[in-house]
């Protein structure tokens, strides 16, 4: 018995293994199981299932492999930078604003730097500019 995670007709990697005792459980009968909460696809995307929770299965007396509906986990919008001068950091991290019902997972998000960030040792940093 198996279940295999998909995005619409695409397979989530492989079927996975839904545990059963063969000899406590008869044709018929059901059997609960619960799909893995998230899994990361090729895209390094991560998928939860569509409708989260336990599913049942009828067992058959052939070996079945039932299919179960993910969808793309929404995209974080708890974003965050740390300023940093070498490797040591600059004060704690600071959030960028992310509008999570207009992006997605691997969607990129722009954000403008402090300009000044005064450090404990009472100096002022501005960000290395890029040349």
Same mark, same amino acid.
Request: cysteine-free; overall charge positive; charged content about 35%.
């Given at each position: 018995m198996k279940y295999q995670p998909k995005v619409g007709?695409?397979?989530?990697? !492989?079927a996975k293994v839904i545990p059963v005792d063969g000899e406590n459980h008869r044709q018929g009968e059901s059997v609960s199981y619960t799909p893995q909460p998230e899994i990361t +696809?090729? !895209? +390094?995307? %991560? #998928?939860?299932?569509? !409708?989260?929770?336990?599913? &049942?299965? $009828?067992?058959?007396?052939i070996p079945q492999?039932? *299919?179960?509906? #993910? @969808?793309e986990k929404p995209a974080s919008? @708890?974003?965050?930078?740390?300023?940093k001068v070498g490797e040591t950091p600059l004060g704690d991290a600071? %959030?960028?604003? %992310? !509008?999570?019902e207009n992006h997605r997972q691997g969607e990129s998000v722009s954000y403008t730097p402090q300009p000044? $960030? &005064?450090?404990? *040792?009472?100096?002022? #940093? %501005?960000?290395?500019?890029?040349?």
């Open positions: 007709e695409t397979p989530l990697g !492989d +696809g090729n !895209d +390094g995307k %991560v #998928y939860v299932p569509k !409708d989260a929770g336990s599913k &049942t299965v $009828i067992l058959k007396d492999t039932v *299919d179960v509906e #993910y @969808v919008t @708890v974003v965050k930078y740390q300023p600071k %959030v960028i604003p %992310v !509008d999570g000044e $960030i &005064t450090g404990n *040792d009472g100096k002022v #940093y %501005v960000p290395k500019r890029r040349r």
